[in-house]
């Protein structure tokens, strides 16, 4: 009776705990949302006519030579879009399954109002406002915060400069003094090859190589789920935001 006594006891707790966390994520969601909806950068791109002050189609004339619905002649350029998603139900860019939104930067080509985009003056303010013609056909759990010209040898992994993640434990009975000490450990400059995943084409090749693996990692990798990546850092990358971020 006892036994039963203090496992009912030890699920209600988790389940107080549970309700808290919950509470904690409302309140972060609460927070995002505030901030998007009062971002004031939204001068920097025009916006797009929506709803009746979309041109009447019965109107509209096809360019002699452009092919209605073909978008090969029109002008492209690169840019870096940076999306807010929650990584539940996506599995693209990495595997995340946690409730707060994870920060990615992926870069492709778009369609584009400036005709020469490798001039000088690229007239951001007659650009086409992504963010806001994105958001408008994106589910509401993608988000893309802004947008910025980015150069042909851009990589959105490989160019950016560093990263902020933000990784959830359940404290249960962790000893957060200890973590914290073995978290210090961390701090400047390393090689924390150890520390990584494999990311290789053949990963037997790779541990058979003892000059690249010169031994095994002793230990377990944490699972990657609780893991929340929070921002990237690029050199001379300015994101433009507009009003169509919310």
Request: hydrophobic letters at 35%; charged letters at 30%; a positive charge.
């Amino acid at each position: 009776m006892a036994a039963a006594d203090g496992e009912a006891s030890a699920l209600r707790a988790e389940v107080a705990a549970l309700q808290l966390r919950v509470q904690e994520l409302e309140r972060e969601n609460q927070r995002l949302a505030k901030i998007a909806s009062s971002c004031t950068c939204g001068s920097k791109c025009y916006g797009i006519p929506e709803g009746n002050d979309l041109p009447d189609d019965s109107r509209k004339r096809t360019r002699k030579g452009h092919e209605k619905g073909n978008v090969s002649h029109c002008s492209k350029r690169l840019v870096a879009l940076k999306v807010m998603y929650f990584g539940q139900r996506f599995y693209g860019f990495s595997s995340e399954g946690q409730a707060e939104p994870t920060v990615e930067v992926i870069s492709l080509y778009l369609r584009s109002n400036i005709k020469d985009v490798g001039g000088d003056g690229l007239h951001e303010r007659s650009e086409i406002d992504y963010v806001k013609v994105l958001n408008r056909i994106l589910p509401r759990d993608i988000r893309v915060l802004g947008w910025c010209p980015v150069p042909a040898d851009f990589h959105a992994r490989f160019t950016c400069l560093g990263r902020e993640y933000k990784y959830l434990f359940w404290k249960g009975d962790l000893d957060i003094v200890d973590m914290q000490k073995a978290a210090s450990k961390f701090i400047g400059e390393h090689d924390f090859r150890n520390f990584c995943k494999m990311d290789a084409a053949n990963i037997v090749d790779s541990l058979l190589d003892i000059t690249r693996t010169p031994r095994k990692p002793q230990y377990k990798m944490a699972p990657e789920v609780p893991l929340i990546l929070r921002s990237c850092v690029f050199d001379n990358a300015n994101f433009m935001c507009s009003s169509g971020m919310s």
